[in-house]
């Protein structure tokens, strides 16, 4: 099937007049149903509303049924737009992809209308020639590794300056820090490299990028802005998001020339000061998922079971992997009344939590806030004199619940829920791995609760 290729202007008008439209047609619909609206929707989708229906099922299809049309004409004036520029239609797929979407739009909008000529049989040509001699044109050459180093220096330079101004002036893991700065990074590497090495294969500017993300973990290593155990798990949003931007400016910067080459990174930089901004004025609403919840089958009456779920004595030594490196967990809890508005003191290995007993219904139902807590993780670093900005309040526990249920047999089912936030974008990618942590941190209590009602001890526990 063939697609009509689509010029440069009216591409542009296009696309610029949907934006608006969609903007408009999205706030509308908020505002409607009562709910949040943030421009950041569109720079960390997964984030959006269309990925989270929550319980207002008529928003979410309100959100599906508006985003439909516009995804479907996104994807057909892109595919036009790159055919006129003669680069493969399939590009189009970089409309879903977070952030990079918004680069890979300015690309196609400045991309020279190429059309796909038949080509033709040229007759034998000679070299240039002066008074018939050939003469060498002088090309300035770099060695491969210059280019490599340059490039991914570049890229360096642009991540850290990313972290530097995001969390040491403006105390933010946001969208603007986790995916911008990545993809910005990457796409100075591949749009620099380009330039730099006109006939290079995109392989080396991969490998440049590669190098760009090795040099930015190992000196945020080195000077302990960050923690091993935060950078293996953010990772993923790293290096993905730098790959994507490094391909968008490798072939931004073959199709507009490298005299354009240094203007088109100016205006990727610009765009992250505005997503700070941002962030500032129109952050993204936090999301509110059901409480973290996890289970477990006591082979005792509740009566047996609740004691222990109110004062958990000593527990051994953790065996789970989370646990050993670095993630905080739980030693003992201990509470000298039972009511409500009692006072509870869980001790963690990082310091001790502080909760205010909300709910007391022996031998059924147990409710605390948590008033303080400690840190949630014990960092990875070279230097354990250096506090890393994260573990101040960035992942903020609110509150515990446990609910027991009889079984037949004299059993008992303990469910332990467990309600936070955390302000680190992406909120739904983070909450992945803090989810993962709590299932562990309730495990291991459940378990110790489990094997202290049945009278096993906790020599049980420690064995598994």
Known sequence: MSINPLGRLPFFACGAGL????????????????RPF??????????APLFHPGEDHKFYAAMWV??????????????????DAALSPFLALLFFVPFANLLFFGLAAVAPSRPLAAPQAMPPQDAYRQSGQAVPIPVPQRS???????????GTVIGLGALGVSVGLFKEYGAALMLGAPTISGFATGAFFARLDPGGKFGRAAFATFITCALTLGIIILFAAEGAVC??????????????????????????????????????????????????????????????????????????????VVRVSEMP?????????????????????????????????????????????????????????????????????????????????????????????????VRAQSVYTIAIGPETYWRLWSDASIHAIHGRVLLHIKNESEGRGSKSLASR
């Open 66 to 83: 508006c985003a439909i049309p516009f995804i479907a004409l996104g994807v057909w004036l892109t595919a036009r737009r790159l055919v």
């Open 317 to 413: 030594p953790p065996t789970e992997t989370l646990f050993l490196v670095g993630v905080s967990y739980p030693l003992r809890a201990t509470m000298e009344e039972d009511r409500v508005g009692a006072t509870r003191r869980c001790e963690f290995n990082t310091g001790t939590a502080m909760e205010t007993v909300t709910r007391y219904d022996a031998p059924n139902h147990f409710a605390f806030h948590i008033d303080s807590q400690p840190d949630p993780l014990r960092e990875q670093t070279l230097y354990h004199t250096v506090r890393q900005p994260h573990l101040d309040g960035y992942v903020r526990n609110l509150e515990g619940i446990f609910d027991l249920e009889a079984l037949p047999g004299g059993k008992t089912r």
């Open 231 to 308: 950078l293996v798990m953010a990772i993923p949003l790293l290096v993905i998001p730098a790959f994507v931007g490094s391909f968008i400016g490798f072939t931004m910067a073959r199709s507009v020339g490298a005299r354009n080459v240094p203007p088109a990174i100016a205006v990727g930089l610009l765009s992250l000061p505005a997503i700070f901004a941002l962030e500032r004025v129109n952050p993204l609403p936090p999301l509110t998922p059901p409480a973290v919840m996890t289970e477990i089958i006591v082979d005792a009456p509740p009566e047996r079971v609740f004691p222990n």
């Open 144 to 154: 491969p590794g210059a280019v490599l180093f340059m490039s991914a220096g570049l």
């Open 19 to 34: 934006s608006v439209l969609k903007v408009a047609a999205d706030f509308g619909i908020a505002r409607a149903f009562g």
């Open 38 to 47: 943030s421009l950041l929707y569109y720079v960390s989708p997964v984030d």
